[in-house]
């Protein structure tokens, strides 16, 4: 039998996972001489590339001596903590990187929880040692005091530490030994790791952990093998959630070997392997011997905490710059990607607009960037958090925020933050300086507080915040102060209308951008919205005439992108969103309509 090792390496967002696997596979000499790898091979699609974070979980094999070892690299946002979970059932260990200068942060909490919970002992690993502001000794102690609040045991308490750089391409058990290379990595996986459990000699049980597809095959299962063996072409049992059954025959069965994928006809007990066959496979169904299926426990998804409404574009530009803009197109896009992600849900809502929900704006974010990409066209409404009723009581999502800021910053984050229902737990003065303080917020509270922290902080600040729990709903938060600036007609924005109105805010468009009666087109320096008039362009003609052309100094504008979009829109108005552009505009295009609108919410308060 093969000796096997099953690790997933974990941390809070870019502590170095993604960098750490390279090394890995790098300095194992997976890789076939010559070959051409980029940095952060793991991360290979196109948003993960462009924004250098990890969004999926991926796997890799490498071949360390007479071991493979199976490594799965996860994504460090929060938002993507729902991969997170059912990974660490796949593996018998965890790699838990943690920055030696920012220290244990929320989403190290939130998956030290997790490895804890499965009875998983982490091989600590202290990331980016070379940093100058590091202090591993510090973080060393954030480690442990962490454990002991998760309540770890006392064979979990005695975790393994290392020292890394992994971009510079080493680890070692003491900071006074020679930076050299990974091998003390390696060893430590092998010592350390436990050996999967189970006989490849037992009837089979293997569990989906991933999906995939592949234009030849179809619907392809990343799969852990617990016990027996699975072979090509030969028939099994798929158990679903539901206990349905259905027997079908290995069509092509893969195993992984650094960054490829090669065709093999038997693995074991143990193995992580990629299944085609079975056409309805979903993540969480077991692959059992046909004559003695026993069915592994079902995966348990946290779910969904933010929602938002999704529908079809109806503003005056819809249409133009998209190619897949109907109803139908969107909810089957949608419903694939259900099949697939499991952290998201998607409900249709009549009139054209689908609710869906995941676990954070960057999540739904990155959903619906990749629908723009793939020429759609619609609409986001503003984020919602999931609240639900537990005995009779409503209750919304909480977070844990760490927020840290220079000293003279404190007090304005405080004080907002206070205004947004937040519960200061902890402040601590950092060694650089900085102050690092802690809260419980609602989710809710976070909604469209990022822009406000940067401009409250001279974009100094930085936040990270994770999923906590549902708590008792906390009342009414506040939002978003400044108005908007409403466009009052059609048609294409002029330079000197645009130079006007910047006396009244922050501008989002550029001259000669369409514009439409009801759009939003700049952020107004007072509350309350305002209708505006961004084509005016008479006063151009007699600036030409003076030969003062050059005189209309515009600012440039802020671009609205579909995160920032996200935070600060309100309520009462979407985002528009093509291939081409996101806009925002007020929901109803209308002003007398939102005229009454307003009047009738102040007189209902
Ligand atoms: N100084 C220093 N930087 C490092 C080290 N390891 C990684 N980095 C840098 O940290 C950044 C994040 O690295 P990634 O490997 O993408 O981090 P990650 O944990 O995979 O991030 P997510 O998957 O998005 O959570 C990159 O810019 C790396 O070059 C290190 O040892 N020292
Ligand atoms: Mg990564």
Known sequence: MQKIKNIAVIAHVDHGKTTLVDQ??????????HQEVQERAMDSNDIEKERGITILSKNTAITYGDHKI?????????????????????????????DAQEGVMPQTKFVLKKAIGFGLIPVVVINKIDKDGSDPERVLDEVFDLLVALDANEEQLEFPVLYAAARDGYAKWEMEDESKDMIPLFDAIIEKVPYPKGSPDADTQAQVFTLDSDNFVGRIGITR?????????????????????????IS????????????ITEAEAGDIVAIAGFSDIDVGDSICDKSNPVALDPMHVEEPTLSVIMSVNNGPLAGQEGKHVTSNKIQERLEKEMETNIAMRMEPMGDASFKVSGRGELQIGILAENMRREGFE??????????????????????????????????????????????????TPMPDGTIRLEFEIPARGLIGFRNEFLTDTKGEG????????????????????????????????????????QARGIMFISPQ??????????????????????????????MRTSGTDDAVKLVTPRKITLESAMEWIEEDELIEITPLSVRIRKKSLDAN???????????SK
């Open 70 to 98: 199976n490594i799965i690299d996860t994504p460090g946002h929060a938002d993507f903590g729902g991969e997170v979970e059912r990974v660490l059932k796949m593996v018998d260990g965890v790699l838990l990187l943690v």
């Open 225 to 249: 093998i617990f016990n027996g063996k699975v072979k090509k072409g030969d028939e099994y049992l798929l158990v679903k959630a539901d206990g349905s059954k259905t027997k079908s025959r």
């Open 24 to 33: 890995l596979l790098q300095q194992s000499g997976t890789y076939a001489d």
């Open 378 to 427: 619609f609409m986001l409404a503003r984020p919602e958090v999931v609240t639900k009723e537990e005995n009779g009581v409503k209750m919304e999502p909480f977070e844990h925020l760490v927020v840290d800021v220079p000293e003279e910053f404190q007090g304005v984050a405080i004080e907002k933050l206070g205004k947004r229902k937040a519960n200061m737990t902890l402040l």
């Open 252 to 263: 092509k069965l893969i195993g992984f070997k650094g960054l490829d994928r090669i065709d």
């Open 593 to 603: 309509e939102r005229k009454r609108m307003a009047r009738d919410k102040k007189n």
């Open 513 to 542: 951008e369409k514009v439409y009666s009801g759009m939003v087109i700049g952020e107004s320096a007072r509350p309350g919205d305002l209708d505006v008039n961004p084509l005016k362009g008479k006063a151009l003609t007699n």
């Open 462 to 501: 930085i936040m990270n915040h994770s999923y906590l729990e549902y708590r008792a709903y906390t009342g009414t938060v506040v939002s978003r102060t400044p108005g908007a600036l409403v466009s009052m007609d059609d048609g294409e924005a002029v330079a000197f209308s645009i130079f006007n109105l």
